[in-house]
Structure formats: C-alpha cells, structure tokens
C-alpha cells in the first residue's frame, strides 16, 4: 500500500506559483499519481494525473522524478479562487488494491 | 457534463436507526465509491463496488454495508448508526480502476445523535 504524506497547510499571494509536495515512498509499478481540488461543502474534483516525468494541463502541472517516490502539484499564478484542500492520491488500476489519498494540503491564498 | 448525485445533503439519525445514503450517477461507470472525511483524517474508502452486486471492502468498512443492484446506484447502509459515524459521506464513480478519474458527488453530513 502506497502511503501518501502532505504538509498539513501553505499559504501563498495572488499571483504566485505554489508548489505542493506528496511523498508516497512505497509506490508500486502500476499506480498512478492523481491530484484533487476541494472547495468547503463539496467533493473533490480531479485537476491532473501523471504516471512519470511531467504532466501539464490548463491548470496545473504535475512534476515526477525517475523514482517517483515524491510528485509535485505545480499551481501557476494563484488567484483567491485557489485557496482549496488538495489531495495526492496514488492508486493502480487493479480492483484489489485499495485506495489511499493523503490528509490534504491547505492551500489558503491572500490578496 | 458528468454528474454523481447523492440523496440528502444534509440528514440527522438517532443512534440505534438503520440509515440509508443513496448515490446515483450518469456516466455509466463500472466503479462506485463511498469514503467518509473526518477533520484531520481526509478521506477513507468504506465500500467499492467494481460491477452490479459486485462489492469490496475499503479501509474502514466496520459498521457499514453496501448495496449495488443496478449499475447506476451505489447505497451505503448503518445497520445501526452510532453517534462516531458523525460525518461527511462522499460517493465517487471512476470508469476503469482506482487509478482512473473519480467523479465525486456533493456530499452527505450525517449526524447521529
């Protein structure tokens, strides 16, 4: 089981690039890296997947190295609109492994 | 635009009743999923179901049970709810396997009293 690691909260100014780290140490060959966005009293909502090297996509990019023990959420020139919950979730396409997101990152974003 | 409904936003129980939490969704996925997020803890997986009747334990499935008998409805069942199944329950649907995108519906808060 792959587990994931998060720092707990990040604060950043509009305008800035954030950069969120997940550790997941025991990844296996087959799982996949996900990131989530959470708003208060909504569910999470996909913003990227990467399985190695780098992802990017209107939103964000997603930064993985060679051993992909870590990933990196790379959010360009944040707004207030961004201050969310982010999730790293690491999981394979196989229906008997479980599933393990991360505690989250609490992004809150100042003007 | 895909979407994965859930019965109630918001539901107060006593403890000791039977609870039912309905999720629905549009895409004709193969794969539903009921988590719960407490403070602290993110999310955890209770209960997957991978095909009609077809159901598999998550990380916390203790006092929960499953129903799936059409593709389109994943239910999440307190046999007996108790006051430390206060939370906020979420129902997601991914096409292929854990690692594809899950669709998340808006939540339930569940409070036993």
């Known amino acids: 089981l792959a587990k994931t690691t998060q720092p707990i909260s990040m604060d950043s100014y509009e305008g800035q690039e954030v950069n969120i780290t997940c550790s997941h140490n025991?990844?296996?060959?087959?799982?996949?890296i996900t990131w989530y966005q959470q708003f208060p009293s909504q569910g999470p909502r996909f913003i990227i997947q990467?399985?190695?090297t780098k992802v990017t996509n209107e939103v964000a990019s997603l930064f993985i190295p060679a051993d992909r023990k870590s990933s990196t959420l790379s959010l360009p020139r944040v707004s207030l609109s961004d201050t969310a919950v982010y999730y790293c979730?690491?999981?394979?396409?196989?229906?008997?492994?479980?599933?393990?997101f991360g505690t989250g990152t609490r992004l809150q974003v100042f003007p | 635009d895909v979407k994965v409904t859930q019965s109630s936003r918001y539901l107060v129980k006593r403890t000791g009743e039977k609870v039912f939490l309905e999720c629905v969704q549009d895409?004709?996925?193969?794969?539903m999923f009921w988590y719960r997020q407490d403070p602290g803890l993110g999310l955890r997986l209770i209960y997957f179901?991978?095909?009609?009747?077809?159901?598999e334990k998550g990380d916390i499935p203790e006092g929960y049970s499953v129903s799936r008998e059409k593709k389109e409805r994943f239910s999440l069942i307190l046999e007996s709810a108790s006051t430390n199944q206060t939370s906020m329950y979420l129902c997601?649907?991914?096409?292929?396997?854990?690692?594809?995108?899950?669709?998340f519906g808006p939540g339930t808060r569940l409070t036993v009293l």
């Open positions: 979730l690491v999981a394979s396409g196989y229906n008997t492994d479980k599933l393990i």
């Open positions: 025991n990844i296996a060959t087959n799982d996949y």
């Open positions: 990467g399985y190695k």
């Open positions: 895409m004709d996925h193969e794969n």
């Open positions: 179901s991978y095909d009609v009747k077809m159901k």
């Open positions: 997601a649907g991914a096409s292929g396997g854990r690692g594809d995108t899950q669709y």
